[in-house]
């Protein structure tokens, strides 16, 4: 784009950063179009199929003329599904009319932080944090405030930390657990101190995102939102694009007080009128169904998630904690600052991302895009072969530093 082109857009979309996640993988899918060898590992989405009962869902709803416009909140049907699947899962009471469905949990973000962000608010993202809460508080005219964490706390906040970031102006708390980038998981006891603090303002509010649920390997999920002196003031953000393997079926959901919820039908009454009523159909199949029948995929990511640590740990400079969740490893790679080799010279995260591209032909995403500059982020959602082989490249490039 020309400077004169970029000039006729809106100030919005200027002040718009592209998603660093969809960039990397851009990036990585181009270079592979000119022939290049690349392993990507920079697009956090299960590399499994669909599994065959949802996409048989779908396949009848298909002949069962689900074709025209579902209601504008989602239908009845998935609504009373994910009720029950958040009480079997979660033990939350959501009833169907407290429940949104939306085109991905991306779009369910926009709605709520659109609907509830006055212009000038302050959005509490404990760091790192996911990419697009970033740019979506922007673009809803408010201020993102990250609150940092390090890798010796497992990238977690305390209650403490959370209290101290709380001004007059803060409105929100966006956070995930099982977290992207960092993989870590807060306990319920973790949740019910940080409960404990966000009770004293009535008037904040907290997305929980909840959308790696299903990838946990040590502990069973936690939702904020059971603490029940503040379930009023939490909306809790699930899908089925990471657990069930199906980021391109496009359904995200929401439970939330009432009137959070019909605001955010309203909102997506003007954007996208409702989600695609086939994906929906394969929702339902997928949330109703028991959960273990997908426990597969958590299985095979927890033996990838140990050998990525294991092949990291034999690269010097390196630093990797052991994350319980989510499917990425967030590595601390600061000690390659400042070193060099033939044409490179690694000053920060965004260069090193740069470098391992170019060089080793794999694909990161640089913490920056995060929030954490020290550290990059890498997806082990690939086989234990392309795995095995990204970390030999990468241990080869690394050591040319000095
Ligand atoms: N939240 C987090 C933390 C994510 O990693 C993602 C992944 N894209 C999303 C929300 C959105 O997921 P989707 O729109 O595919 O439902
Ligand atoms: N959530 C995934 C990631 O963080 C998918 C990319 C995206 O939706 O931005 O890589």
Not at 141 to 162: C, H, M, N, W, Y
């Amino acid at each position: 784009m020309t400077q004169e082109t970029m000039e006729r857009l809106s100030d919005r979309i200027q002040a718009l950063s592209e998603s660093q996640t969809l960039a990397m993988a851009r990036l990585s899918r181009e270079m592979k179009a000119q022939g290049l060898d690349i392993i990507s590992l920079s697009l956090g989405e299960p590399d499994f199929n669909t599994p065959d009962f949802i996409k048989d869902a779908a396949k009848k709803a298909i002949d069962d003329n689900y074709s025209h416009y579902p209601p504008v909140n989602g239908y009845l049907e998935l609504r009373q599904a994910i009720s029950a699947k958040f009480k079997r899962d979660n033990n939350l009471d959501y009833p169907a009319d407290q429940i949104v469905i939306s085109t991905g949990a991306k779009q369910s973000l926009a709605n709520i932080v659109l609907s509830i962000v006055n212009e000038g608010q302050e959005v509490l993202l404990p760091a790192p944090y996911w990419v697009s809460y970033y740019e979506i508080v922007k673009l809803a005219g408010g201020i993102p405030v990250p609150v940092e964490t390090s890798i010796d706390r497992d990238f977690k906040i305390s209650a403490e930390q959370l209290e101290n970031a709380i001004t007059p102006n803060t409105r929100l708390i966006i956070f995930s657990s099982p977290c992207n980038p960092s993989g870590s998981v807060y306990t319920a006891e973790e949740l019910t101190q940080l409960a404990k603090v966000i009770a004293r303002y009535p008037n904040l509010m907290v997305i929980s995102d909840e959308i790696y649920e299903m990838i946990n390997f040590e502990s069973r999920h936690a939702s904020l939102a059971t603490n029940a002196e503040i379930f009023d003031q939490v909306i809790t953000v699930n899908g089925v694009s990471k657990g069930f393997a199906m980021t391109g079926w496009r359904i995200g959901y929401i439970g939330a007080p009432l009137w959070v919820a019909q605001a955010c039908s309203k909102m997506q009454g003007q954007f996208t009128s409702a989600p695609s009523g086939i994906s929906q159909k394969a929702a339902q199949a997928a949330v109703e169904a028991d959960p273990a029948k997908v426990a597969y995929m958590r299985d095979e990511f927890l033996l990838r998630r140990n050998l990525m640590i294991e092949l990291l740990s034999e690269i010097p400079g390196i630093r990797c904690n052991r994350p319980p969740g989510a499917f990425y490893l967030f590595p601390d790679i600061s000690e390659f600052f400042g070193k060099k080799t033939d044409g490179y010279e690694i000053n920060n995260a965004s260069d090193l991302s740069m470098y391992l591209l170019k060089e080793a032909h794999v694909g990161v995403v640089t913490g920056e895009a995060f929030g954490n500059p020290e550290c990059i982020r890498l997806s082990y959602a690939a086989s234990q072969d392309q795995l095995k082989e990204a970390a030999a490249r990468m241990k080869k490039h690394l050591n040319r530093l000095h």
